[in-house]
């Protein structure tokens, strides 16, 4: 089942780029892009780690479609 997420519109109410959030969390910029797009859905583990970097829960960034 696809994920919707809210990844892009956090990282801007941060005022980060796409570079900057992705080595914040150990990816690519490219990986971070294709994520945005919903192109890509990250690892659990990734997943995870972008929610704690947000500090909001998982399911907050992550919701199926």
């Known amino acids: 089942m696809p994920l919707q997420n809210k990844v892009k ?16 969390v150990s990816v690519s910029r490219q990986t971070i892009i294709a994520i945005e797009k919903g192109h890509y859905e990250p690892s659990l583990p990734l997943g995870m780690k972008l929610a704690k970097y ?3 829960p998982v399911e907050q960034l992550f919701v199926l479609r």
């Open 9 to 24: 519109e956090y990282r801007e109410k941060q005022g980060l780029t796409q570079e900057q959030l992705g080595r914040s």
């Open 54 to 56: 947000f500090k909001v």
